[in-house]
């Protein structure tokens, strides 16, 4: 696995959605990528604090702006 496979997989690794075989393919790429396990670990840190921002939290021309930005990136 390589570092742009990891980031493609990560989402459904934190949500525990990998075939076993794929979670060791990210688990063993972690071991060898420090910059992999920073990442990681930046993911997990958003998360937490996302998860703690109410729903409203981001003004509707804010988040209109934010959710555009991911589409663009799809």
């Known amino acids: 696995m390589d570092c742009t496979e990891f980031v493609e997989l ?7 959605g ?3 075989a794929d979670e060791q393919r990210v ?3 972690l ?3 420090d910059g992999c396990s920073t990442y990681l ?5 958003t998360i937490a604090a996302i998860g703690e921002l109410p729903a409203d ?9 934010l959710l555009q ?5 799809r």
């Open 10 to 16: 990560v989402t459904a690794y934190l949500d525990g």
């Open 18 to 20: 990998l075939s076993p």
């Open 27 to 29: 688990l063993a790429h």
């Open 31 to 33: 071991d060898l990528c």
């Open 41 to 45: 670990h930046q993911i997990r840190t």
């Open 57 to 65: 939290a981001a003004a509707p021309p804010s988040r209109d702006r």
């Open 69 to 73: 930005a991911f589409r663009r990136t």
